[in-house]
């Protein structure tokens, strides 16, 4: 069976991203990171998605990028923005480089087990603006993977697959229901806090297209409202 990384954050897309890869035959080995995150309860998502789609190994990797900060994810004196998106405004949520080191890390780590391809959840319709959740950005990203690796000389470079790229949101929530990802047990609001605020931008893409989806039971009101525990 041919293997994929799946970069698993914990969240909707990260999880629907690992249902694909696993319904297109693959081996899944996936890869989160602790990475000084203030909602690091995603890791604890991440860990019950990859128990309840069968995936049994599991890499969590610790890279610190709260020490420089740069980012309302990684600095607890920034302030998540819950004013709703802006366009043509990058928020402050967006992480420097952070798509970037864990491609790296999850190119060393496909190589290593002779994985055919890594599977990231990034998006490029409903989502904040990042500049790494672009096809530009994924394709510049091969062909780096083409030419870095060992594999990659030798013509066998882990492809990068981005199967909900041009997905809208609520594609993915279908696509979601209809592979039985465990929706409720993803976790995808940008606070550290024991239930989703239902304000940040994560929180109100993702509702939005729960609403839409006719899954309203999902939504982060009705969330709270049953105590959201990992």
């Known amino acids: 069976m041919n293997k994929a990384v799946v970069l698993l954050s914990g969240g909707l897309d990260s999880a629907t991203t690992a249902a ?10 996936a890869l989160s990171f602790r990475y000084g995150q203030r909602h690091a309860k995603e890791l604890a998502a991440a860990k019950k998605i990859a128990e309840a789609l069968g995936i049994t190994e599991h890499f969590i990797t610790d890279i610190d990028l709260s020490q420089w ?13 819950q004013g709703g998106l802006q ?11 952070r798509n970037t080191v864990f491609l790296a ?6 190589e290593a087990k002779n994985a055919q391809a890594i599977y990231l959840g990034i998006n490029a319709i409903d989502y904040s603006g990042y500049p790494d959740c672009r096809p530009e950005y994924l394709a510049a990203y091969q062909k780096l993977a083409n030419l870095s690796s060992k594999a990659g000389v030798e013509g066998n470079a882990p492809q990068l697959v981005a199967p909900l790229v041009e997905d809208s949101k609520v594609d993915i929530v279908r696509r979601a229901l209809e592979l039985n990802v465990p929706i409720a047990d993803t976790w995808s609001c940008y606070q550290g806090v024991v239930n989703p605020c239902g304000l940040c931008d994560s929180c109100r893409i993702r509702d939005r297209a729960l609403i839409e989806a006719g899954r309203s039971d999902l939504t982060s009101d009705q969330v ?3 105590s959201f525990k990992l």
């Open 105 to 110: 890390i999850a190119l060393s780590l496909a």
């Open 69 to 81: 900060g740069g980012s309302s994810l990684t600095d607890q004196s920034m302030a998540i923005p």
């Open 224 to 226: 709270n409202e049953r």
């Open 20 to 29: 694909i890869a696993i319904a297109q035959g693959y081996q899944v080995i």
């Open 87 to 97: 366009p043509d405004i990058i928020p402050s949520t967006y992480v420097p480089g």
